[in-house]
């Protein structure tokens, strides 16, 4: 079946610094892939959408200078939280769906981002 | 994407169906009825999606309405394994850049 793997799956970090969160599709091709962000309790909400060669969406709200987006290969896709705040800590998941017929969109388990 | 409205929580005894609804009543012609569900700090797991036909899997069964305005997800022998928050979402397939949009589902809680 369709793997997205996600790493790391917790992460603490110190204001101010970078951290970068990976979103591999292990056996399939992804010319896309999203982003997605949830606060405790709460839903998920998508932040971005990240296409293959070319600059990711960003949903209305979202900065992306703060949150970058590089989708290198057509099974890799980074998120880099720059310059990071207590505010930025939650929980974050990628997906992606093959680009074929009949199947579902896979998501990754997610990082739980604390900066402190 | 089609607006999506579910209950907000659901209790099934363990051994039991449990019946998931969801109303899409605004769904177009090309929007598939997609579930997954979220164990808690988890990333959501996919269980199953349709069109118009009924569906059914490993994990559960999709009963699809003939007007397409809602939709009962089947979890046939719910175990304790099985409490979660299913999402019910509807969503244009056929674009491969179209993201899922999340509502807030339903707490499923299964006790013995």
């Known amino acids: 079946g369709a793997v997205v793997s996600q790493h790391p799956s917790r992460v603490i970090c110190k204001s101010g610094t970078s951290v970068k969160i990976e979103c591999r599709s292990l056996?399939?091709?992804?010319?896309?892939m999203f982003w997605y962000r949830q606060f405790p309790k709460k839903s998920l909400m998508l932040m971005a959408t990240?296409?293959?060669?070319?600059?990711?969406?960003?949903e209305q709200g979202v900065e992306k200078d703060k949150f970058l987006i590089n989708h290198a290969s057509l099974t890799l896709s980074t998120l880099t939280v720059t310059s990071a705040h207590p505010e930025d800590s939650s929980f974050y998941i990628c997906?992606?769906?093959?680009?074929?017929?009949?199947?579902?969109?896979?998501f990754g388990s997610g990082t739980r981002l604390t900066v402190v | 994407d089609a607006k999506t409205t579910q209950p907000p929580s659901m209790d099934c005894a363990e051994g039991r169906a449990a019946n998931l609804p969801c109303n899409h009543s605004?769904?177009?012609?090309?929007?598939?009825v997609y579930w997954y569900r979220q164990i808690h700090s988890q990333g959501p797991q996919y269980i199953i999606h349709?069109?118009?036909n009924n569906e059914t899997n490993e994990m559960a069964s999709l009963i699809i309405t003939e007007d397409r305005k809602s939709s009962t997800l089947i979890l046939p022998h719910a175990t304790l394994r099985d409490t979660a928050v299913y999402y019910c979402?509807?969503?244009?397939?056929?674009?491969?850049?179209?993201?899922?949009?999340f509502g807030k589902g339903t707490t499923l809680s299964v006790s013995s």
């Open positions: 997906s992606a769906r093959r680009d074929r017929l009949n199947y579902g969109y896979t």
């Open positions: 056996d399939f091709q992804a010319t896309t």
């Open positions: 990240s296409n293959e060669g070319s600059k990711a969406t960003y």
């Open positions: 605004t769904i177009s012609g090309n929007e598939y």
């Open positions: 349709g069109l118009k």
């Open positions: 979402i509807a969503s244009g397939y056929n674009q491969a850049g179209t993201a899922l949009i």
